[in-house]
């Protein structure tokens, strides 16, 4: 249980208080911090799998702890910019995503019951969607007003857009792998 990867996976849950207390903190680059501390989180995400697999260390804890770590940390910043921004461009899509991944955890669930779990094993699609969505909440965290970076929050915005449409997207690829189980 004490390898790496689920020690990367353990780091991420234990970095999202810290994202939230560097968001709302107030200091000076806050919102650069809590971008960081973000992204520092996507990338342990995108180790953690990688190293459980090249080092052959999956146990049965990080196939449950990986999920919710991530599914925990992206809708914690999804909620905090639906606040932040207090525009319904912001929240429909963070409501459309936190709903995607409530659905397809409980299809999921349900179809590993009928031992048809890989029926809705995670596919590229949805991984493209999560490199998206994690792009676009970083740009969407730090809201940088320097010139030189300021172009970070219309590309997050933009990425925002792309994540939803590949959100719904892959909800529809995994309802419909799983329909003819859905409607018996």
């Keep these: 249980m004490w390898n ?5 996976t353990l780091f991420r ?16 680059n806050a919102r650069f911090w809590a971008a960081f501390v973000f992204w520092l989180a996507a990338i342990t995400d995108a180790l953690d799998g ?4 090249k080092l052959q260390q999956s146990t049965p804890f990080g196939a ?5 770590a991530d599914k925990v940390m992206v809708a914690v910043a999804l909620v905090l910019i639906a606040v932040d921004s207090l525009s319904l461009w912001v929240t429909v899509p963070a409501i459309i995503m936190i709903s995607r991944e409530i659905v397809i955890s409980a299809l999921r669930e349900w179809m590993a019951e009928l031992g048809k779990r890989a029926n809705v094993a995670v596919s590229n699609l949805g991984k493209y969607k999560t490199i998206a969505q994690m792009l676009a909440l970083i740009g969407l965290i730090w809201r ?5 970076v ?35």
Excluded at 50 to 53: E, I, P, Q, T
Excluded at 64 to 68: C, M
Aim: with cysteine.
């Design 150 to 184: 300021s172009w970070f929050t219309p590309a997050g915005m933009l990425l925002l857009y792309i994540a939803t449409v590949l959100t719904l997207w892959s909800m529809y690829s995994y309802l419909r792998a799983a329909w003819r189980d859905l409607v018996h």
């Design 144 to 148: 940088p007003e320097h010139w030189f």
């Design 4 to 8: 790496i990867p689920n020690l990367l």
């Design 13 to 28: 849950l234990f970095l999202i208080p810290v994202f939230i207390v560097c968001f709302y903190s107030g200091v000076e």
């Design 50 to 53: 990688y190293l459980a697999r």
């Design 64 to 68: 449950f702890l990986d999920p919710v």
